[in-house]
């Protein structure tokens, strides 16, 4: 099976997730449609993985990928740090109720608060 294509070109897929992961990263939670939650949380995840290193390397990877130079600081400052004992799953996705308009599945992607 292959990614959701979610009827966006390629370019606009990646610019889509680009900013709702440095809105993830800024505001630790967003709400967007089920879809794009599910296609965005192993993107997310990977980039906390990068940052759990906190080498140049991976900054430089971290920021090819967000170009947002104040998130990427946030997420090698106090994102990654928080999840040093957590091998995964630093995302959540709670379901919301359809949306108004053209009842698609909203839902909510969090990170996970250590406990």
Not at 8 to 15: D, G, I, N
Not at 19 to 33: D, F, H, V, W
Not at 69 to 94: H, S, W
């Amino acid at each position: 099976m292959g990614k959701r294509k979610l009827g966006k070109k390629s370019s606009h897929r990646k610019a889509i997730f680009k900013n709702q992961l440095i809105s993830l990263y800024k505001n630790e939670q967003i709400r967007t449609t089920l879809p794009k939650a599910k296609e965005l949380r192993p993107i997310a995840e990977k980039l906390i993985t990068k940052a759990k290193k906190n080498d140049l390397n991976a900054k430089r990877r971290v920021m090819g990928v967000l170009n947002d130079k104040e998130t990427v600081e946030k997420l090698f400052d106090i994102i990654a740090p928080r999840y040093n004992d957590r091998p995964g799953g630093y995302t959540k996705i709670i379901k919301l109720y359809p949306r108004r308009g053209d009842a698609s599945e909203m839902a909510i992607i969090k990170l996970v608060e250590e406990e």
